[in-house]
């Protein structure tokens, strides 16, 4: 059973420029967030989707915007790059997200793929 | 807002030694405690989860992590360190009542002597 898979793996953008990132969940899998993973502030929620609708958002500006369609793939999107968005950007999934359809995290497990290095410069 | 404290960025043992990685969370409402691996170059494997069920959680790789309410903690320990634990690691909560948003704590970077 494949993983969650991250595309690109490594990508380098200059100051001002966007970037799209995408991710694909494990099959059969519904919900997907994502996470900026940087040295200084560690990890970051960014945004979750379940069933295509964004249901939980971090403390990120606009420039940070994602999408989730209907075959559960993801893709996030920063505008006009900044130095500071440099970090690796994590894709993770499950196949429940808990308060949806009656799921717990008991039976919920949330897996990570092994994500985008963005470098601005 | 549910948070978590994480007791030393970086941990140092002896092979064959015990491990234990320390985890604070705050919370006012029972929380979901998690403890996640991080490869050099990779993404956050899962070791063990706690959801109000057992207290003492075991995970893979021989972890467990033990849940104390009256001390707000979830430490981590592994009876006998090798090699191939070193690596970083990171306790989560998951501070909503919905959804999968997972709040970490700023990570335990494990090393391992010989």
């Known amino acids: 059973k494949a993983g969650v898979t991250q595309t690109p793996r490594y990508l380098i953008k200059t100051r001002g420029q966007q970037v799209t990132l995408s991710c694909s969940p494990i099959?059969?899998?519904?919900?997907v967030s994502w996470y900026q993973q940087t040295p200084g502030q560690g990890l970051q929620f960014l945004f979750e989707?379940?069933?295509?609708?964004?249901?939980n958002k971090g403390n990120f500006p606009g420039r940070f915007s994602g999408r989730q369609f209907s075959n559960s793939r993801s893709e996030m999107n920063v505008s006009t790059l900044e130095l500071g968005d440099s970090a690796l950007y994590l894709c993770?999934?499950?196949?429940?997200?808990?308060?949806?359809?009656?799921?717990?995290?008991?039976?919920?497990?949330?897996?990570f793929g092994e994500g985008s290095w963005l470098t601005v410069v | 807002a549910q948070s978590v404290t994480q007791l030393g960025s970086h941990v140092s043992v002896s092979e064959g030694a015990l491990v234990l990685l320390r985890c604070n969370y705050s919370?006012?409402?029972?929380?979901?405690l998690f403890w996640y691996v991080q490869y050099p170059n990779q993404g956050l494997q899962l070791l063990l989860k706690?959801?109000?069920?057992?207290?003492l959680v075991k995970g893979i790789n021989g972890f467990e992590a033990e849940f104390k309410k009256s001390e707000t903690s979830f430490h981590l320990t592994k009876p006998s360190a090798h090699m191939s634990d070193a690596a970083e690691y990171f306790c989560?909560?998951?501070?909503?009542?919905?959804?999968?948003?997972?709040?970490f704590g700023g990570g335990t970077r494990l090393m391992v002597k010989p």
């Open positions: 919370s006012s409402v029972p929380p979901y």
């Open positions: 099959s059969g899998h519904r919900s």
């Open positions: 993770a999934s499950s196949a429940l997200a808990r308060g949806y359809g009656g799921a717990t995290l008991d039976g919920n497990t949330i897996y």
């Open positions: 706690y959801t109000s069920a057992a207290t």
């Open positions: 989707y379940f069933s295509e609708t964004q249901r």
């Open positions: 989560a909560v998951s501070p909503n009542n919905a959804g999968n948003m997972l709040t």
